[in-house]
């Protein structure tokens, strides 16, 4: 459970490092498509299923880029950022990324340690 922490932070790293330099990128999933058109109107369900990576807003007179991938609200992006640091240190960086491609290899039945 602990390394799948650690790749969490690693997902939430990589969500905000697109989300800085891709602030506008954003697509309609198939989930979205499926939800009624009142309900993709309110912004709070519409950040749910629109995906984006970053919310622009106005800083020091000019847009820019506020990362939030793979959340949806920037806040939620920093608090998961910052939780999760801990589980990231405590597994270490090679532990973390020998147990994701442990579970993503053929053989992860020995890789249950």
Known sequence: MVRQLGFL????????LIGTFVGDLEFTSPVELLVPAEVRADGFARSMVHPSTAQLQQVLGYEAPRPAAPFGYTNSGGFCLSV??????RTGPARTISAVSC???RRSRRCTR
């Open 103 to 105: 579970c993503c290899s």
């Open 9 to 16: 932070f690693m997902v939430t790293v990589a969500g905000g």
């Open 84 to 89: 999760l640091l801990g589980w990231f240190v």
